[in-house]
Nanobody, 119 residues
Framework: QVRLVESGGGLAQAGGSLRLSCDAS????????MAWFRQSPGKEREFVAH????????DYAASVKGRFTISRDNAKNIVYLQMNNLKPKDTAVYYC????????????WGQGTQVTVSS
């Protein structure tokens, strides 16, 4: 049974930082593509960043590139999202997701963690 549990959300001021964590059990993150998505009220869920298992290749949405960094600790089986220079538009519920095959849909999701950025 794969279980993804996010933590680290909260309230931050514009220009501040937060670090999200995704604790993955039942799946070895070094063998999977791990991603962060977010969803704001009234909007569709959107891709934020991912890190591939092989080679640790990363990719980011244009809106967060240069401000957010995705990383992983294989020993702890945890994926992180370091968020710097936060903006009010970053306010959303952030979800961790996982998949094994590059061309497939994400098959496991966490419950989400709320990030609120005040101006």
């Amino acid at each position: 049974q794969v279980r993804l549990v996010e933590s680290g959300g909260g309230l931050a001021q514009a220009g501040g930082s937060l670090r999200l964590s995704c604790d993955a059990s039942g799946r070895t993150i070094s063998l999977a593509t791990m991603a962060w998505f977010r969803q704001s009220p009234g909007k569709e869920r959107e891709f934020v960043a991912h890190i591939r298992g092989t080679g640790a290749f990363t990719d980011y949405a244009a809106s967060v590139k240069g401000r957010f960094t995705i990383s992983r600790d294989n020993a702890k089986n945890i994926v992180y999202l370091q968020m710097n220079n936060l903006k009010p538009k970053d306010t959303a519920v952030y979800y961790c997701a996982s998949k094994l095959l590059l061309g497939s849909d994400y098959d496991y999701w966490g419950q989400g963690t709320q990030v609120t950025v005040s101006s």
